[in-house]
């Protein structure tokens, strides 16, 4: 019988690849049937709480959420994130992720106090689990930073930057998007507090 489950668990795993890679490019028009194919079949052959069907789940809610339908992608992804939690536990890197893009989707719908929360677990959980110096945790620090100044939380956000900018400068450089980024928005927190002189 196994025979018969392998088949289809194939398709789902080229359906998966080939979501992803228009997904990168932007074309989540196009990744959407796929990732709704990968996810049909790993539910059907898998169920619903095996990791590979989590992360079905999880890939078509980032599409439905890439297609601005962000309604729509929040129950999806809060679905997945919680399958997650339950099935593979809160410090695996997969769950990391789908925290990440859950905050990243709350933000987006206005919901920034809540989207806070979720990044603060996931740098929690990157710093546990990546170490301090690893790419994922300083984008989580980054993103975690740039939403307190958001929320006006200057006093919390400043000494963070001043952590993101020198660590992503030593460990990613200078000219890496991600200290640019940092170094923006920093630069931008210290003017509103009309500090612009230490820029």
């Not at 194919?37 to 539910?43: E, P």
């Not at 979720?118 to 710093?127: C, M, S, T, V, W």
């Amino acid at each position: 019988t196994d025979r018969f489950k392998v088949r289809p668990l194939i398709e789902a795993s080229i359906h998966s690849a080939i979501q992803m890679a228009l997904r990168e490019i932007g074309r989540g028009d196009l990744a959407l049937p796929h990732a709704e194919t990968a996810l049909s079949i790993r539910r059907r052959i898998l169920g619903e709480n095996h990791p590979d069907t989590i992360a079905s789940l999880h890939y078509y809610a980032t599409v439905v959420q890439q297609l601005g339908r962000n309604e729509e992608a929040e129950p999806l992804q809060k679905n997945a994130l919680e399958r997650y939690r339950r099935v593979i536990g809160e410090d695996d890197p997969r769950t990391l992720e789908a925290m990440n893009d859950y905050a990243y989707l709350l933000e987006a719908m206005g919901r920034s106090e809540e989207a806070a929360r979720h990044f603060k677990q996931a740098l929690e959980g990157y710093r546990r689990v990546r170490g301090e110096d690893h790419m994922d945790t300083i984008l989580a620090l980054s993103n975690y930073t740039y939403l307190l100044g958001q929320l006006g939380r200057t006093a919390e956000a400043l000494p963070l930057y001043v952590e993101v900018i020198e660590r992503a400068e030593r460990v990613l450089g200078s000219d890496h998007p991600t200290t640019i980024h940092a170094l923006n928005n920093y630069a931008g927190l210290l003017r509103s507090q009309g500090r612009a002189a230490e820029v």
